[in-house]
């Protein structure tokens, strides 16, 4: 049911784990639908240097999680943004349809988490 | 029951020797179900499976009762194969009522007795749950229905093979049961019906099965369905003995080794091969892929395994949290299993659900212990 490529993410997870004192933390889903994803951020003139996940859920959502994380460590906050779940699905070799939405769970985590690093550059800013 | 493909490959509405040879092994497979059930032999009707008989007896007796009444009583933790058969009623203009259980997934039968109203026309209560293996108080259920003349329906799928079934000692009117839960063949099951019992035929269109399934018989499957409940019938109380012995052994080396882990169901009044867990801060389906790639084939109840975004219906009514719930695991012993089988889980299970917890964002480790976040 799922392409080698997700079972060698599911099996062999690149970025696990947590940073301490992030830039960025974007956390979606929920515990009752099976699905929880957290990605954590260090980034530097704006270059997303490190990136490190933690997820609760399925297969798929653990290797969707493993994958967004590669394809945007070394990008730039604005070409992380541009990540779509449809990328995400493409890079594992895609998806069972009943799993697309752990991609679009990848997806919103990027993005909570840019725009998370966002707010608090802007905070600084202020101060 | 292979010969009875190739070479004895007579129509038993036949009445030439080829025909007269398969009403023959029909017949043997008939006498041997009913002798299993300490039923008569013309009270067991062959179907095509389980899911076919609950629908059977269920909308059966709905038809041909529905002018003594429109109330069927069932529970919450019924097979799919009931519930939504309960459910299409329902939208034909029955009122279904479902019995709550309680956390061991037990019906309460002084329940049942509450809910029959004097429209009441049927209660069909599981003989034992095919996810948390839980066996009913089916006798007691049996002698308050017959108290209140109300057919009583039991799906003994999961049951037959694994518990004594007496029906006239229960007082079962219907009961189904399915090949392939004994070891025997798919695609092949039968419903028992007492004899005087008002229900419509399944299928129009010949005398077959006393011109209630019309359509001619599954004769390698009927043949392969005896034989497999005679098996299971003469060697269940070894098996059992030994199922019980390997189940509690697994159940006991998991819990003994992993934290955070609860038992689903009734711990002794489960069926014999029935191992179901719920492991905190994990998700099933991740647990079963991890596992198959150890070559262990198991399921779950999380709504990832299912392709819904709910989990197990079964589950929830026990009360688990949703986030529980789909952290659950089955693991069904069989015939085939060994000690061996259950110490190579005990070894590979712990560093699995290690691993997942600490990808978890809802785990933290803690000195000795963790917590939910």
């Known amino acids: 049911m799922y392409s080698d490529k997700v079972m060698d993410h599911f099996t062999n997870p690149r970025n696990v784990g947590e940073l301490e004192n992030p830039d960025g933390v974007g956390e979606v889903g929920n515990a009752r639908c099976g699905d929880i994803m957290r990605i954590y951020l260090k980034v530097e003139n704006d270059v997303i240097v490190d990136v490190k996940f933690k997820t609760f859920g399925c ?47 990848a997806e919103e985590a990027i993005q909570k988490a840019i725009n998370d690093y966002k707010e608090k550059q802007k905070n600084k800013v202020g101060a | 029951m292979l010969p009875y493909f190739n070479q004895d490959f007579g129509n038993p509405s036949s009445i030439h020797l080829y025909g007269r040879q398969a009403r023959k092994a029909v017949d043997k497979a008939r006498e041997s179900t009913a002798k299993v059930l300490n039923a008569k032999f013309d009270e067991i009707f062959f179907t095509g499976g389980g899911t076919e008989s609950d629908n059977w007896a269920i909308k059966g007796i709905a038809f041909a009762n529905k002018n003594k009444g429109k109330h069927i009583i069932t529970s919450s933790i019924e097979h799919h194969a009931v519930l939504y058969t309960c459910e299409y009623l329902e939208k034909m203009g029955f009122e279904v009522t479902y019995l709550p259980v309680d956390r061991y997934g037990m019906v309460d039968p002084q329940e049942v007795e509450r809910a029959i109203r004097s429209d009441t026309i049927l209660v069909s209560i599981m003989f034992a749950n095919n996810e948390i293996g839980t066996i009913q108080p089916i006798k007691e259920i049996g ?224 000195k000795g212990g963790c917590q939910y976040v």
């Not at chain 2, 049951?159 to 399915?178: K, P, Q, R, W």
């Not at chain 2, 711990?267 to 998700?283: A, H, Q, T």
């Not at chain 2, 392709?307 to 949703?322: F, K, M, N, T, Y």
Request: hydrophobic residues 40%.
């Open chain 1, 59 to 105: 297969g798929a959502a653990i290797a969707s999680s493993s994958m967004a994380t590669e394809l945007i460590k070394g990008k730039t906050i604005d070409e992380a943004l541009l990540i779509t779940n449809k990328a995400v699905t493409q890079a594992l070799d895609g998806l069972p349809p009943v799993k697309l939405h752990c991609s679009v769970l």
């Open chain 2, 143 to 366: 002698a308050i229905a017959k108290s209140k003349d109300v057919y009583f329906h039991t799906d003994a799928v999961q049951a037959v093979g694994s518990v004594d079934i007496d029906v006239e000692d229960m007082n079962i009117d219907l009961l189904s049961l399915s090949g392939h839960k004994i070891y025997g063949p798919k695609g092949i099951g039968a419903l028992y019906i007492r004899k005087g019992t008002k229900i419509v035929p399944l299928l129009h269109g010949g005398a077959q099965e006393r011109n209630r399934r019309a359509g001619t018989e599954n004769i390698p499957g009927i043949v392969g369905l005896g034989k497999a409940i005679e098996l299971a019938h003469t060697n269940m109380e070894k098996n059992n003995k030994r199922l019980i012995g390997l189940r509690d052994r697994l159940i006991n080396g998991i819990m003994n080794r992993i934290d955070h882990v609860l038992l689903n169901g009734h711990p002794n009044l489960r069926l014999p091969g029935n191992v179901n867990l719920s492991f905190e801060y994990i998700e099933g389906e991740s647990l079963l892929l991890s596992l198959d790639m150890k070559g262990i084939a198991a399921s779950s109840g999380s709504a990832c395994t299912s392709g819904s975004l709910d989990p197990s219906h079964v589950l929830l009514a026990i009360g688990l949290s949703h986030e529980i719930a789909h952290g659950s695991l089955r693991i069904t012993l069989g015939e085939d299993n060994t000690e061996e089988d259950v110490d190579y889980v005990l070894e590979v299970l712990p560093p699995i659900v290690q691993r997942l917890r600490e990808m978890s964002p809802l785990f933290v480790q803690e």
